[in-house]
């Protein structure tokens, strides 16, 4: 369990960074930011990158800032960052509800928001933050930069649309409204594994009924995403046990589950239904 | 010199002393095998598939690889039973033209790094003609199998038959019959440590020192000595700090034999670490047993007769040096546990298919022969309308000895008291209580016991019964009092985290009289340490412990016949301890180092009447003693998602004498975490072709911390006739009762859904699955189509 060679590249500025990765990416370059995932599929060989153009040491890749519209988090941004909030709006609180579910604490403090998402494991929950929220990633290259919506980003088990010589530079998530409620739940074995089901749901509630339901589910599918059966159960309707059932079951019946040698479908829309049951009964609390 | 801790004048044994062999360990000075350096590094080329006949083994250009036909004269690790129809198979170091195994060594790599070694081993074209494999235990029986070994016609490698002599009369007689078909999938012991070796030539005396992971020094010598034909005295096996073994590390790994071969072939030094995907397919599996059990009742759910038939998967080779009988065998001999009933039938098969090889692992059999009887007792409750607690008070064994249905002899224990105990310290009558409540919103709590015996410490005849041609059970110590007055205990043992250092330290302390610090225990190097059988199987407190005593007795005699020199005193008057010899009742006294250096330095003064130096050996060889305990799980299962909680854990332990109570507790504490992982995480899956999918773990999942509950403890003593430090056994029964509790309390939960798991690991989808066939699950409706 000995990574094959590589050559390890440290820019300090964004520009060096990108001129590298163009360089280099030809050559199965890549970036390495937090290493929790790189590192591990580099000790298995699972990866062979010639050359790694490591991020850790850019300038300003480490900022969260936010303009009253959406909270920008830069690539060196590890997840430990969200323990607290770190926004005065239901955001910050989401985020920092979502961040402990994110591996174990070391891991927390090198692994990054904007890799996990480069990275795109279907159970990642950044992925499903992002995806629930529709967040905008903003690639940069030599070539130039670029906005993506997320739900253009993700195209498959750890693969996005991201060319080999982008590097993902900052990751927009919209603010909540003032009065938005949020839950969340996931499902794993053991603590700080990678969820085999997760669900996120935000909404707002006007005149007692809900109204902008966004209900994302993770770890069920290829890639997280929203499920419109399960928020158009929502939309409208009051707050209620038979209305979070009915939506648990609508995401339940709507995705199509990966299936692995321990996990049949059957078991996994199982799952889905329970976390996202749980994850709306959490939202009233 | 530094200040020793000042004699109390209390007894050192039964205190909770720290361990002594902490310091080192949690400062990071402990020395471990991989942290040696060395010329060469290993790399094993293993076999990607599971059953076929190697084409090709291709070497890229100047790459040192070495195959099965480089090693001529080396002989095949074949370890053998006098009984049972055991059919002796071989195991070529090196795969020799066929492979049996994902992760079978084929070829080892030599390159100047470990870097290195796994660029070229990614670069040796391996060509394997592939053959279809057997997986499945029950499958390798049919007639039409492929055969694993031509040695052993059907692929069953042993077969173990036990019948009582009235034995169809009483089963005839009965008035209820319960049956239970369980089983365990197969588990990886996970030690902390990966193995590794570490062989060094030493050019001026020809001789090699395998430093590695063992738990075993002297047998590992002898068995690589007798495999590559050379004389034992030119190799040394020396266990440094070894982090964890659990049965894993006592068996002989091929590669060790490899690292020796190399070493002298090169005249250098060699290692090799093993890296956690290897352990997960190739470090030796365990618990793949799939038992029926059937048990005869009278009227009054008195348990006459048993009846089982266990098959276990033993995997591709037999293991050395146990042999693979030591699942099937284990069971068939301890299936009674603690019941008292006349009649039992039994039979036990071996058989072999195209896995990794099974070895012991800490509880051997018994987590899943404990959980097999505690399921069928759990269904007889149900079947007579009975409390599970009263079908066991019912049937636990209360006269002693005993001896059991197929011949064992129990000596005194606890069954009904830890029974009774637990019950009481859990509160039962409370948690039905909070059970319902809990039902009443929507939630699933249940409680589960496991009673059972744990055979301990025996010696060479336990070993000898099984027909073992090498009967592990005797050992020695040597005990010397040095010039300087210091201790040295130099022991068989070979401990690996159990804290024996210090438990042989106050059972010393209070014989002679000083403090444990003074004393050295010495282990796990076969040029310091006396031959002898290593740590494994709850032994090494009793029989070693036994032997530790012996030659600390011997070396108290001395000392009191040297001070009654010195002090010119009659024996029976002098008195040992703080450090001294005293003349009781006065202040006449010697310290023991004045009596340690003029016993060297000084011996004109006792005319001969007393041999030079202080040096005694102690040697033990004991029947064995049983343990017992009481586990109970509290539980709560999540029926939506299958998942289970296990809330809290309680124990109730009679393992004799307790010499230390916090080491005592942390091997209870230890085994608890390891049974809980078996119950509900740990699983070795291997797909129909024989390829491993758990080869790492993030999917072979032992428990974190936060999957281990709080665990309440509870003691008896009752001092053991059959060991002479009168302790007991304790290493193995954590884990022994804990799948058996945990999932037995998961039954209780959901017993509204008639549903059963007979299964460990008790897995969210396997709870799922038997509760989706239940016509009272109320969800999961939808979404199926
Ligand atoms: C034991 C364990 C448990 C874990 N559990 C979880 C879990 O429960 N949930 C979870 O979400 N994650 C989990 N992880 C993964 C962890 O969160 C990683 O930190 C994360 O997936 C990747 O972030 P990173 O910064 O470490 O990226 P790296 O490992 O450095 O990189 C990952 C991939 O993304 C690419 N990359 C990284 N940053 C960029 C960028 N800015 N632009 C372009 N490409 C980039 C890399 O080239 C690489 O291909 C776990 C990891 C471990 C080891």
């Not at chain 1, 890549?30 to 790694?52: E, T, Y």
């Not at chain 2, 390159?111 to 057997?134: G, R, Y």
């Not at chain 2, 009235?166 to 012991?189: C, I, L, P, Y």
Request: with cysteine; charged share 25%; hydrophobic share 45%.
């Amino acid at each position: 369990m000995k990574p094959a060679a590589f050559v390890r590249h440290v820019p300090k500025t964004l520009d060096e960074a990108l001129k590298i990765l163009a360089r280099v990416a030809p050559q199965d370059g890549r970036v390495l930011a937090g290493g929790q995932s790189l590192v591990p599929i580099m000790a298995f060989r699972l990866a062979k990158p010639a050359h790694l153009v490591d991020i850790n040491e850019v300038e300003g890749l480490d900022k969260i800032a936010h303009d009253g519209k959406t909270l920008d988090i830069g690539a060196r941004v590890r997840h430990a960052a969200f323990h607290k909030s770190v926004v005065d709006n239901p955001l910050g609180a989401l985020l920092s509800e979502v961040a402990r579910h994110v591996a174990h604490y070391p891991i927390r403090m090198r692994g990054t928001f904007c890799g996990s998402l480069a990275h795109a494991d279907p159970a990642s929950e950044w992925c499903l933050v992002a995806a629930t929220l529709d967040a905008t990633m903003v690639a940069k290259s030599m070539r130039g930069a670029r906005a993506i919506a997320a739900k253009d980003f993700f195209a498959g088990i750890m693969a996005t649309t991201l060319a080999e010589d982008e590097l993902l530079a900052e990751v927009r998530l919209p603010l909540l409204a003032r009065d938005a409620r949020f839950g969340f739940n996931e499902f794993n074995r053991r603590a700080g594994d990678f969820a085999m089901s997760a669900a996120l749901v935000t909404y707002t509630l006007q005149d007692g009924k809900i109204g902008g339901a966004r209900v994302g589910v993770g770890g069920a599918e290829p890639c997280p995403r929203r499920i419109a059966e399960a928020e158009a159960a929502l939309n409208g309707k009051a707050p209620s046990d038979a209305a979070f059932r009915a939506a648990a079951e609508a995401a339940a019946h709507a995705v199509e589950p990966l299936e692995d040698h321990q996990t049949t479908g059957e078991y996994r829309r199982d799952l889905v239904r329970a976390v996202v049951r749980r994850a709306l009964e959490q939202s009233t609390q | 010199m530094t200040a020793h801790t000042k004699g109390s004048g209390l007894k050192w044994v039964g205190r909770a002393i720290r361990r002594l062999e902490d310091p080192a360990l949690v400062t990071g000075q402990g020395r471990f095998t991989a942290d040696l350096p060395a010329v060469h590094w290993v790399r094993i080329v293993r076999s990607p598939v599971a059953a076929g006949k190697i084409a090709k083994i291709g070497a890229p250009d100047g790459a040192t690889v070495i195959a099965a036909t480089d090693l001529k004269g080396v002989k095949k690790i074949t370890p053998m039973l006098h009984k049972f129809n055991y059919k002796p198979v071989g195991q070529p170091v090196l795969a020799d033209g066929v492979v049996r195994f994902v992760g079978e060594p084929v070829a080892a790599v030599v390159a100047a790094s470990k870097e290195a070694a796994e660029d070229i081993a990614e670069l040796v074209e391996l060509t394997v003609d592939e053959t279809a494999p057997e997986i499945d235990a029950l499958a390798a029986l049919r007639p039409d199998a492929a055969q694993i070994h031509t040695e052993a016609p059907g692929n069953v490698i042993l077969e173990g038959k036990f019948k009582t002599p009235d034995f169809d009369a009483a089963w005839a007689g009965a008035h209820k019959f319960v049956s239970v078909e369980a089983g365990s999938h197969r588990q990886n012991a996970t030690p902390m440590e990966a193995r590794a070796g570490h062989a060094a030539y030493d050019a001026s005396t020809g001789r090699v020192t395998l430093t590695c992971t063992t738990q075993m020094p002297h047998l590992m010598r002898t068995a690589i000595a007798d495999v590559l034909g050379m004389p034992e005295s030119d190799l040394r096996v020396v266990a440094p700090d070894v982090g964890g073994g659990f049965g894993q590390k006592m068996s002989l790994a091929a590669e060790y034999v490899v690292l020796v071969w190399l070493a002298r072939k090169l005249k250098s030094s060699v290692a090799w670490t093993e890296d956690r995907r290897e352990n997960l397919i190739a470090g030796f599996h365990a618990r793949d047993q799939a038992i029926t059990l059937e048990g005869a009742f009278d009227k009054d759910a008195r348990l006459i007769a048993l009846k089982t038939d266990i098959v276990a998967n033993v995997g591709a080779y037999s293991c050395f040096p146990t042999t693979c009988g030591v699942e099937p065998l284990m069971a068939m001999a301890e299936m009674p546990g603690p019941y008292d009933f006349k009649h039992y039938e039994t039979r036990a098969r071996g058989v072999l298919t195209n896995t990794c090889t099974m070895a012991p692992y800490r509880g051997v059999s018994r987590p899943v022969i404990t959980f097999t009887l505690e399921r069928l007792m759990d269904k007889a409750a149900k079947a007579f309308g009975l409390d599970v607690v009263d079908i066991r008070r019912r049937n636990l064994i209360d006269k002693f000895p005993y001896t059991s249905a197929i011949g064992l002899v129990y000596d005194e224990a606890t069954y009904k008291q830890t029974l009774e105990m637990a019950v009481k310290e859990i509160d039962l009558p409370a948690f039905r209580t909070r059970q319902k409540a809990a039902r009443a919103k929507g939630r699933h709590l249940g409680i589960g016991f496991a009673t059972f015996s744990e055979r301990t410490g025996y010696g060479s005849p336990a070993f000898a019964a099984r027909g073992m041609e090498i009967t592990p059970g005797w050992e020695t110590v040597i005990l010397t009092v040095d010039p300087s007055g210091f201790v040295e205990a130099r022991i068989g043992s070979s401990p690996h985290g159990q804290g024996l250092r210090t438990t042989l330290a106050q059972i010393i302390a209070d014989e002679i009289g000083v403090t444990p610090d003074l004393i050295k225990v010495v282990h796990g190097d076969t040029d310091r340490a006396p031959y002898g059988w290593g740590t494994f199987a709850s032994r090494s407190l009793v029989i070693c412990g036994g032997a530790t005593l012996i030659a600390a007795q011997k070396v108290r005699a001395k000392l009191i016949k040297i001070a009654s020199h010195l002090l010119e005193a009659a024996p029976g008057d002098i008195v040992l301890e703080n450090g001294e010899a005293r003349v009781a009742g006065t202040d006449r006294s010697v310290s023991i180092a004045k009596m340690a250096r003029e016993a060297y330095t000084q011996t004109h003064k006792f005319k001969g009447e007393i041999e030079p130096g202080i040096t005694e050996t102690g040697t033990y060889d004991p029947p064995g003693t049983f343990s017992n305990a009481c586990h109970v799980a509290i539980v709560e299962v999540d029926i939506e998602t299958g998942r289970t909680t296990v809330e809290k854990f309680l124990v109730a332990e009679d393992a004799g004498k307790i010499i230390n109570p916090m080491i005592a507790d942390g091997q209870v504490h230890g085994g608890i975490a390891q049974g809980i992982g078996n119950a509900l995480l740990e699983e070795i899956v291997y797909d129909e072709s024989g390829g491993i999918l758990t080869a790492n773990l993030a999917d072979y999942m032992p428990p974190t911390a936060r999957e281990i509950p709080p665990i309440e403890l509870h003691h008896i003593e009752t001092p053991s006739t059959e060991s002479i430090t009168k302790a007991k056994g304790l290493g193995e029964g954590g884990c022994i009762g804990a799948p058996a509790a945990v999932i037995n309390a998961i039954n209780d939960a959901l017993s509204e859904y008639n549903v059963q798991i007979d299964e460990m690991p008790a897995t969210p989808q396997r709870i799922r699955a038997a509760l989706r066939t239940s016509p009272a699950v109320v969800p999961a409706k939808a979404g199926t189509q």
